[in-house]
């Protein structure tokens, strides 16, 4: 059991070293959330752990038929408010385990659900996020199956955190993931970028817009589907969540090891997500969405993904946005309309606190 | 979608009329719990929902082999304090969904891990949780596969909130559940009640007893496998934690429309536990346990299991400790030591909050 280090006697390694209690930044989805992975969940689990440790896992079972795979995945939700325009908690709660099933070319199969409750908490308030989890896992074709509920004292919580994980089929045959970006490959995303956060802050912060801009969430397996249907070699398929795009591409970047080039006006962000990101001050790269994801494809099947996507009513907005480079390795970059290129770094915090 | 309630305009149904918020003792595991389930979220999932919903479901998958069958497991951890003396929030969240699927005949596989940390939580706290899941999960032998972490701001959370879930295999032929006790069924425990509960309520409380008073948190799956491989038609297992011995017997005991009567002086309950309890005004029979097992077994099998658990180092204390009657159906009696009787009732709410 050596392996498990000693947090007694611990000394912060380098990258946490400036932080030494958790800040905001640490649940972000970016650079700080990476680092307290690698440089302390990771370590501490030892060998318990799976080397990835990632927003799903593709698993072998004993007894499954040959070349099928079980995905399993989990997240927890602390969105604040619970309800904003567009969805609630309980929308993002089952949307969010389908869609990171479904990015490993899963079909989603069975989910728990796991609350965490306030003292003081109306019960209609709970509720409605039940209603919204059960509607949202009928519409998703899911089944939920067990589940846990716990009461925090008033002070100790905040209202409703939800958790789910989930468990799907990969078929066989399929190989989706991360490290499987070439250069050559055509980055595609499935429609406009930014919807989520930009609902979620507008309420928040009471801002106004000429539009009322609505949550994204929904759940993407069936387009996935679609996708998958066209025969094309999908190498990657990932939802745009927290950190958003900019974290998303980052971190394909770094486990394929080819750089990615985005072409700015290329880039599907809605007026009224441009005019909130300017006014608080926001890269609409790093906002994030809860009905959207970006697929990494061979150049000779791109057009047919995008036709595919474009079919579906969750995909017609898609577009071509960017490539897979030689130069650049592990970076990605963004050309401008001045012709000039800019870096697209992978978030360091959390510029949308409490976004899911 | 018309199965869904309304909760804008909703009307709180009479069993949870005098409490329209949510009190400490929805998360107790007694009575009030379920009344949650089956009022609340029940009636929200709608379609979507397995009738049961129980603490593991037992779940066909396509391409498995035949018979087998998937288990599947969630619960989040609240407890406070993080550390305590035996345990840690990080070994319950570990052996807590382990011991859910060993409860179904399940060899456990694969846990998923997903955190809600508050700004402000030292770094070194969380290694220590994180080392204690690693270690735990290391010594029941399951992979930590996938995993989540949120933050909440400092004032919306409590330290760590740890969500595991789980996978396993039921071999084909196991038929555990809580429908199957039958009358002449004998009811054994593995050891000593009420372990857990006491010692995190006496390093809360400050209290000092003669002997340091340990959580028996432990991983029971290597226990079930030794039990099931005497033959013995198991008909029912499960780890009496939240709400104790009274609020699982009472479940089995509806479940499966039986009686069950309990010999007082046959329970394996340690002088300190004894003693605290007195102090603190609690049945040992309410007090969670969190590496224990209760088995209902056919009588002319009762031997063989009773010894196949003592031969386990987490069985040595094993106890036969009442038998399944066709009197009282649904209701769990106690005869005490004067030759009288008295009911064991489901716990209502919550005698000691935030144990697990």
Chains 1, 2 share one sequence.
Not at 47 to 59: F, I, K, N, Q, T
Request: proline letters at 6%.
């Amino acid at each position: 059991m050596g392996e498990h280090p000693d947090f007694d006697g611990w000394v912060c390694p380098a990258p946490l070293r400036d932080t030494p209690t958790i800040v905001m930044g640490h649940g972000g989805g970016g650079a700080m959330s990476g680092e307290l992975i690698e440089q302390l969940f990771l370590p501490a689990y030892g060998g318990a752990a799976r080397a990835d440790l990632g927003d799903s896992a593709v698993l072998a079972v004993p007894g499954l038929r040959e070349g099928a795979r079980l995905a399993f995945s989990t997240d927890s939700f602390v969105v604040r408010p619970m309800f904003f325009p567009g969805g609630s908690i309980g929308d993002l709660a089952v949307n969010g385990t389908v869609n990171d099933l479904a990015m490993s070319g899963a079909t989603p199969l069975y989910l728990s659900t796991a609350y965490i409750l306030s003292e003081g908490t109306a019960l209609a308030d709970i509720g409605r996020v039940a209603t919204a989890v059960g509607k949202a896992a009928e519409s998703a074709g899911v089944q939920l199956v067990t589940g846990d509920t716990k009461v925090v004292d008033s002070g100790s919580g905040d209202g409703v955190y939800v958790n789910t994980a989930g468990i799907g089929i990969v078929p066989a045959g399929v190989e989706i993931g991360p490290t499987r970006a070439e250069v050559g490959d055509v980055v595609l995303v499935s429609g406009d970028i930014g919807v989520h956060g930009i609902a979620v802050m507008s309420c928040r912060e009471g801002l106004e817009f000429g539009t009322r801009i609505e949550s994204d969430t929904a759940a993407l397996h069936g387009l996935v589907a679609d996708l998958l249907g066209t025969g094309v070699d999908v190498r990657v398929l990932r939802d745009p969540t927290r950190g958003g795009v900019s974290a998303t591409l980052n971190e394909i970047a770094r486990a394929s090891g080819v750089g990615i080039e985005l072409v700015e006006r290329d880039l599907p962000i809605p007026p009224e997500v441009k005019d909130a990101c300017g006014l608080l001050g926001l890269d609409p790269l790093q906002v994030a969405n809860e009905g959207k994801l970006l697929a990494v494809v061979p150049a000779d099947g791109a057009e047919q993904v995008l036709e595919a996507m474009r079919r579906h009513p969750l995909g017609s907005g898609a577009a071509r946005i960017g490539r897979c480079v030689a130069e650049h390795p592990r970076m990605v970059v963004a050309r401008t309309g001045l012709g000039g290129t800019r870096v697209v770094d992978l978030p360091i915090g959390e510029q949308l606190p409490r976004i899911c």
